[in-house]
């Protein structure tokens, strides 16, 4: 059984530039949640989604950032019009029910030139 | 006061040697809580999961939730070199939201 999957699991971009980050959650898991984990910093929730639904983005900055989770296909978090300060490590989780453990893919990490 | 606080260590121990990692948080709401192990420039990786306080042991691991004091502890027992890693609390309420502390840098000598 396959783990989350993530790609691409290195991306740079240049300010302004946009970002497209996917995740494929492990087979049978409908829950998918991203975190971002900046340099020196704790892992932070950003958004959790279930198919084609958006459950909770209280953790997600109000602007140039966006996630869905399509009925088919990968999850996918947007950031557009990047700047320095998003430069980190992406990570996505899944997990098959609410309230059951999340499993967290290779993350994908992001530099911003 | 942070809702985790975790030391960030470093840490560096023997091998075979017991190792102790703790985390405090300010939220009595969690109810849920969870031992990350994290090796460099990898996703974090799910090695304990409990719920309630008391103990909960998978091998060479035991973690401990101490509710009333809003403290829990992963204890690693005969600690190998593989088991060098950054380890990461967290824990959850109910939201799926988990809130994580900063992680531990463990470093087992050979």
């Known amino acids: 059984n396959a783990g989350v999957m993530q790609n691409p699991r290195h991306l740079v971009r240049r300010r302004g530039q946009e970002a497209r980050l996917r995740c494929s959650p492990m087979?049978?898991?409908?829950?998918v949640y991203w975190y971002r984990q900046l340099p020196e910093e704790g892992l932070k929730f950003m958004v959790y989604?279930?198919?084609?639904?958006?459950?909770?983005e209280s953790g997600m900055p109000k602007e140039r950032f966006s996630a869905e989770f399509p009925k088919e296909g990968p999850s996918i978090l947007r950031i557009q019009q990047v700047v320095r300060g998003d430069s980190a490590a992406y990570f996505c989780?899944?997990?098959?029910?609410?309230?059951?453990?999340?499993?967290f893919g290779p993350g994908t990490r992001l530099t911003v030139t | 006061q942070k809702e985790v606080e975790q030391d960030p260590g470093p840490l560096s121990v023997p091998e075979g040697a017991i190792v102790s990692l703790n985390c405090t948080y300010s939220?009595?709401?969690?109810?849920?809580f969870m031992w990350y192990r994290q090796y460099s420039r990898k996703g974090p990786e799910l090695l304990m999961y409990?719920?309630?306080?008391g103990n909960k042991e998978d091998g060479r691991f035991t973690a401990q939730v101490d509710k009333s004091s809003k403290y829990i502890s992963l204890f690693i027992r005969d600690s190998q070199p593989s088991d060098s890693a950054t380890y990461l609390c967290?824990?959850?309420?109910?939201?799926?939201?988990?809130?994580f502390g900063k992680g531990t840098k463990l470093t087992v000598n050979p």
């Open positions: 989780a899944s997990s098959p029910f609410a309230g059951y453990e999340q499993y």
């Open positions: 087979k049978g898991h409908s829950h």
């Open positions: 989604l279930q198919k084609e639904n958006i459950i909770d």
């Open positions: 939220n009595s709401a969690f109810q849920y």
């Open positions: 409990t719920y309630s306080s």
């Open positions: 967290a824990m959850e309420g109910g939201s799926e939201k988990l809130v």
